[in-house]
Nanobody, 115 residues
Framework: VQLVESGGGLVQAGGSLRLSCTAS????????MAWYRRAPGKHRELVAS????????HYVDSVKGRFTISRDNAKNTMYLQMNSLKPEDTAVYYC?????????WGQGTQVTVSS
């Protein structure tokens, strides 16, 4: 499976971005997925997850109420709507399986939030 993330960019604090993750292959729809991020000098962390059917989601406390994860299994695509962005959200964002990110990592998409 190949993962391709897109939608990142440079935004001012308080702004919004929508990230997309597209997966090749036919197994996307049956797998629980997640967005991860790696900030400079920090370990990669899970940001949000969503079950295969999309009916249940989970968020790390720092993004609750600001980020929304969703997926369109017909398009093999997952999204992360990010609102009220903060400088501490600056990171490279990746998508992968949840709970174990066993697929090969994509290149990620850089999100930079200026204060």
């Amino acid at each position: 499976v190949q993962l391709v993330e897109s939608g990142g960019g440079l935004v001012q604090a308080g702004g919004s971005l929508r990230l997309s993750c597209t997966a090749s292959g036919s197994t996307f729809s049956i797998n629980d997925m997640a967005w991860y991020r790696r900030a400079p000098g920090k370990h990669r962390e899970l940001v949000a997850s969503i079950i295969s059917g999309g009916g249940s989601t989970h968020y790390v406390d720092s993004v609750k109420g600001r980020f929304t994860i969703s997926r369109d299994n017909a398009k093999n695509t997952m999204y992360l709507q990010m609102n009220s962005l903060k400088p501490e959200d600056t990171a490279v964002y990746y998508c992968n399986l949840d709970p174990e990110p066993m697929w090969a990592w994509g290149q990620g998409t850089q999100v930079t939030v200026s204060s």
